[in-house]
């Protein structure tokens, strides 16, 4: 699979307030509970290249994240006639523990939601590579230069790819402020056994 990158576009940002905005008017004419939407990943920081992707988190409160809660979203993102876009695809919590993922494709950007609880390791992890290439110049082009340079070797399974960046994005969440032991704990989150898809 190639791994395809563009430079960032000052579009996406639109383009995920008006999915926020869709999102937001569904969930709420359905009343499903959730906290906040939040843009994440490479699309959410600007000068970065990223994949024409874009990454979003729904995120709940502790206490909802349970099996409940979560056939009560599948059943709004996969089937709500009050989402424009509507037709999500549940993944299950595909390649890492504590998420519940959801894809809509054919669409561009391809947008990814990762629905996750309020203080999960995954969403500190998400909010923290964000903030810091936000606001450190360096390490957002040392990271750009990781991501191009592992795209053009052998790591091109999504699977591969995304383990082969665990040394620049320990460094980033150092940079963060986090321990060895909480990077530690989000690398322990990943299904090394999950099947390429």
């Not at 969403?123 to 990271?143: F, Q």
């Not at 699977?159 to 032991?181: C, E, P, V």
Request: charged share 30%.
């Amino acid at each position: 699979m190639d791994i395809v990158f563009s430079k960032w576009k000052p579009e996406w940002r639109a383009n995920f307030l008006a999915i926020k905005a869709d999102l937001t008017n569904g969930l709420t004419k359905n009343n499903v509970s959730y906290l906040t939407i939040e843009h994440v990943g490479s699309t959410s920081i600007a000068h970065l290249i990223a994949k024409p992707m874009l990454d979003i988190l729904i995120v709940v409160a502790d206490a909802d994240f349970n099996e409940g809660h979560r056939e009560r979203l599948k059943e709004v993102l996969c089937f709500s006639w009050d989402l424009h876009d509507g037709g999500y695809s549940f993944k299950g919590e595909s390649s890492i523990k504590g998420r519940w993922n959801f894809t809509l494709q054919g669409v561009i950007p391809e947008q990814k939601i990762a629905v996750v609880a309020e203080n999960s390791i995954y969403r500190r992890s998400c909010l923290a590579l964000r903030d810091t290439l936000r606001l450190d110049w360096v390490l957002r082009e040392e990271y750009g230069y990781v991501k191009q340079h592992l795209a053009r070797t052998e790591n091109q399974q999504p699977m591969q790819y995304s383990t082969a960046k665990n040394d620049i994005i320990r460094k980033i969440l150092r940079k963060a402020g986090w321990t060895d032991r909480e990077v530690d704990e989000k690398e322990g989150m990943v299904r090394m056994w999950y099947p390429e898809i």
